[in-house]
């Protein structure tokens, strides 16, 4: 399992590097303009869906049943999995014909803020062109579903780059070539704007192709073989899926409330929070995901298999090789947030005055980073049993957290608030979800080595958090200069290496224990 934790983290760091190579150039080209935050709208569109569909209901609901039939003796797993992609065309097809239709309601209900100006037109338009993408990279995360629960997770990890790789050419086509894309009003913003939407639908089809090549090369056959119909499995994939999906729902309702209240303050308040969003998702995308992706399919099988000690292994370690990164991403995100964002983004159209309030919005999110990822241990442990109603629950109280705490305290602090509720939501998550694993039994809780490792992280990160400091104060001048990517390059260094040799300083990790689970993959 910690090796298919280290092939999911290694491809998913790949990606999320190409992420901010592309981050860095939106940030370039489009600093936080309009068209910028036009985008960012758009595009959030079909990603918010995406989790509805894809990760939050599907794949929560079909991973276990796919992964259950994988161990019983005469099931026809594919079969299943032909049948549920016959259902999902048919449904996401239906979809995004509405969404394109309904568009400016969509806009409306995401940044009600923009009515009235510019922002608007070109978001609905951005809109229309990105939403297909649902169905591609929907598609996409059921294939990558099959392709994990066979345990083979390279091609489903390294899809996700494609996407970066071909936002990266448009921008990079786009600059080189000023004439590529010829508009009547040859605005830069809006020549740029336009290569990025129209590369969403383009990226989407990559991915899919990737993944759909992989399980096919892996002698499984997806391709629907009758037209959709309401069979006894996808009749129990449907009662799982529909209380994930409203769980889902729940939590992109917060991602929706969080922009709300952001396009009602400040100009360009959604813009630093998404660059904030990107910087935290760098430790979340790593460690979240691939325990997310390694964790559901492996509990499902033990918990058929009844092995309980099996399962309580396994949560545990995933729970340890969480904290064990998570911890110390979030302290250095805390001490050095206006570093990060000053070298990462400032140039070209992205000012001082945004990297102050991106990295305000940066702290808050690394307050709630441990708990984000908390909760992707947490949560195979109610869908690998097929649970998905108590989860649900605990998402709507999540729910009225952040719109209490994000609404109530928009007035008093501005856009901070968005990320503030987030982040409580989180914690509130996290705690509900663990209190009601305790009921599950011994294999819902931590074994002794996961409990005596974790207050020793915990204290090795702080450890960790007074050495950056210190070298911040050492490397200051360089942090001014034309050096300031050395500067911050050796400042990850210091706190990498630092945070090395303080863990096994502290016990929280043993290299020997590591290699030994590597050579036993």
């Known amino acids: 399992m910690i090796k298919g934790f280290l092939t999911v983290g290694s491809w998913t760091l790949l ?6 190579a592309r981050d860095i150039l939106i940030a370039r080209f489009l600093g936080t303009s309009a068209v910028a935050e036009a985008f960012f709208v758009a595009f959030s569109l079909p990603n918010m ?22 161990e019983a003796e005469g099931e026809d797993a594919d079969a299943f999995a032909r049948d549920a992609v016959a259902g999902m065309v048919l449904i996401l ?7 394109i239709v309904f568009m400016p309601a969509l ?40 392709l994990n629960s ?18 990266i050419a448009a921008m990079t086509a786009t600059w080189a070539f000023p004439g590529l894309i010829p508009m009547a009003t040859p605005v830069p913003e809006l020549i740029y704007g336009q290569a990025l939407i129209w590369t969403v639908p383009v990226g989407g089809a990559l991915q899919l192709g990737l993944v759909w090549w992989a399980a096919a090369r892996a002698g499984h056959r997806l391709l629907p073989r009758r037209w959709p119909r309401m069979t006894p499995d996808l009749k129990r994939l449907l009662v799982i899926a529909a209380p994930a999906a409203l769980s889902g729902g729940v939590v992109q309702i917060n991602l929706l409330v969080g922009r709300q209240v952001a396009s009602q303050t400040e100009a360009g308040a ?5 660059y904030a969003d990107r910087l935290y998702q760098l430790p979340l995308g790593i460690v979240g995901i691939a325990i997310g992706v390694v964790l559901l399919p492996d509990l499902s099988r033990r918990v058929r298999a009844g092995d309980t000690e099996g399962q309580r292994a396994a949560y545990s370690r995933a729970a340890e090789f969480s904290l064990l990164l998570t911890i110390p991403s979030a302290v250095a995100l805390l001490v050095v947030p206006t ?26 999110y690394a ?62 998550m996290v705690w509900l979800l663990w209190r009601g694993a305790r009921a599950m039994g011994p294999e819902a809780t931590l074994d002794a080595r996961a409990r005596s490792r974790a207050w020793r992280i915990v204290a090795a990160s702080l450890a960790m958090g007074v050495v950056i400091w210190g070298a911040m104060i050492v490397l200051g001048p360089m942090f001014g200069s034309a050096w300031r990517g050395l500067a911050l390059l050796l400042l990850v260094t210091v706190g990498m290496l630092a945070y090395a040799g303080l863990a096994q300083a502290f016990g929280a990790v043993r290299l020997a224990e590591l290699r030994g689970a590597l050579r036993r993959g």
């Open 15 to 20: 990606s999320r590097i190409l992420g901010f």
């Open 49 to 70: 869906f995406r989790r509805f569909f894809a990760e939050g209901a599907f794949n929560m609901a079909f991973v276990p049943l796919y992964a259950k039939k994988l």
């Open 93 to 99: 097809t239906l979809f995004s014909v509405l969404g």
């Open 107 to 146: 806009v409306l209900a995401m940044a009600s803020g923009f009515v009235g100006d510019v922002r608007f037109d070109i978001a609905v338009t951005y809109g229309r062109i990105a939403f297909p993408y649902i169905l591609l990279i929907s598609l996409a995360a059921l294939i990558s579903g099959v």
């Open 150 to 167: 066979n345990r083979r997770f390279l091609a489903a990890a390294a899809a996700p780059a494609l996407l970066n790789v071909a936002f």
């Open 270 to 274: 959604i813009a630093w929070l998404t």
């Open 339 to 364: 570093a990060l964002v000053s070298v990462l983004f400032e140039r070209g159209a992205f000012t001082a005055d945004d990297t102050s309030a991106t990295a305000v919005a940066l702290m808050i």
């Open 367 to 428: 307050l709630g980073l441990p708990a984000f990822v908390l909760q992707k241990v947490l949560q195979p442990l109610f869908f690998a049993r097929e649970d998905t109603r108590r989860p649900l629950r605990y998402a709507v109280v999540s729910l009225i957290v952040n719109a209490g705490v994000a609404i109530g305290l928009a007035p008093l602090i501005g856009f901070p608030a968005a990320a503030l509720g987030t982040t409580l939501a989180a914690w509130a």
